[in-house]
């Protein structure tokens, strides 16, 4: 990689926007903060990416993949806590309209004027708290100057009125996970599951934030991957599933911040072991330990170095609702980190409130004993794993003065694009002949005849294309082509025939 520099955030931007990765939702329209839509190659990365976390966490954990409705019943949101606590604090300027997450404004302010313990707090305050402190300061609304007054609670589930009379309430999910809970008993008894084992979901969720931002990296609508592993919190085992748990996975070193290391504000990296982890009570579990050095094995798969992600526990007053014990992946993205998964000890909240929302006995049987399992959840998200790994993979090639994005095989858009050298008949009609090869093989590659085979390989190189397939008058003389490499711009002739 000799000449290659890593690009900054901004690039990754303007790479997106001229080559259709992704883009503002109903643009005609003018852009909605919150929505964005991927091209043809970005929904090509996602899908893979996706399709890298089902082989890991369900086929090849043993684990069941369910996919049930965007559109929840009120009582499903009532009973899991999300219509009392899935709420942000507002401030709403009684002049101009304009919208502040008070606790963020505080944070920020007390941030601005170096007092670091005092944006720690804010954290913990009560609605009442936060106002008396935003009227003791007199913060002053960003836009029209007007003093800000008053706290308000913004519950960020997306409501609707279901059925042509509305006397239904429905929301639309702001986690993939209640879906798996209300169907867990039901797939245990019908599909012989054993504890521990676990049920994945992938999908959309929707959540009204108040203030979108950074592309992809807040969204009103995105997706999840999500994996539920229910146990018996008073039986140890050594399998998930029935299958042996190698557990020296779990020697794993990896970047990690504890609780205690986030005093006043800094937060102190540490290289340690799961292992470590797990006994110093910063990872609440073995089995959360376990899932956390397969997501390890996932993010190396997918590209990320190790420098580029770590793994911090959430302070208390930080915490879910439902959470005994929280730990986020983050990855680095421009100068910021960001979290894109989090892990979390639910212990029995959901199933127990489901239990007591429906009068319906969720418990089930495991070892000749009733147990109300425990959780472990492992959710990721989707379109933050997509903006990081582009992130980290793009790089700035100074010899071929063009951007390059180098992606793993099993995450690129394409394996290969195949260029004919020429407009040439003859050319063009051995390139369709060598793509419907390609196609029988099972690889589908990226066609292009349009524009100077320079331009073509420019364009490969920075959509993530990892080689170019390039027939030319050689190639109808011999059979051979010219396989071109992304990560060198390196050139060698094969036979066609052997392409794999």
Known sequence: ???????????????????????????????????????????????????????????????????????????????????KTFTDPITTCSNCKAVYRTDKLLEAYFSKNGKKEEADKVKSYSAEKLSEELERLGLKCEKCGSTLKGVTTFNLMLSSKIGPLGLITGYLRPETAQGIFVNFKYLYRVYGMKLPGGIGQAGKVFRNEISPRQILIRLREFSQMELELFFDPERDSDSVNGIAVDWSSLETKINFISEKDQKGGEAKVSRMSIAECVSEGYIPNRLMGYAIAEEVVFLKELGFKEDEFRFRQLLKDELPHYSRGNVDLEVSIGNSWEEAAGNAYRTDFDLKSHQSMSNQDMSVVDMDKKVLPHVVEVSLGLDRLFWGLL??????????????????????????????????????????????????????????????????????????????????????????????????????????????
């Not at 419907?436 to 589908?444: E, T």
């Not at 920075?462 to 390039?470: C, L, W």
Request: overall charge neutral; aromatic content about 10%; proline content about 3%.
């Open 1 to 83: 990689m000799d000449g290659m520099k890593k690009q900054d955030l901004d690039a990754l931007v303007n790479l997106c926007s001229r080559r259709g990765i992704v883009m503002p939702a109903f643009g005609i329209y003018g852009e909605l903060s919150g929505f964005y839509d991927y091209g043809p190659i970005g929904v090509r990365i996602k899908h893979n990416i996706e399709s890298a976390w089902r082989r890991r966490f369900i086929e090849r954990m043993g684990n069941l993949e369910i996919e049930s409705t965007i559109v929840g019943h009120e009582k499903v949101y009532d009973a899991s806590g999300h219509l």
């Open 391 to 500: 992130h980290n993979s793009l790089y700035r090639d100074g010899k071929r003065d063009w951007d390059v994005l180098l992606l793993a095989d099993d995450i690129a858009p394409y394996k290969y694009a195949l260029f004919p050298l020429q407009k040439d008949d003859k050319i063009i009609a051995k390139s369709v002949e060598i793509g419907n090869l390609l196609k029988s093989k099972g690889i589908y590659p990226y066609y292009s005849a349009s524009g100077s085979i320079g331009k073509r390989y420019a364009k490969a190189d920075e959509v993530g294309i990892p080689m170019a397939i390039t027939v030319d008058y050689d190639t109808l003389e011999n059979g051979t082509v010219t396989i071109r490499k992304a990560l060198d711009g390196s050139q060698t002739r094969v036979k066609f025939e052997d392409i794999r």
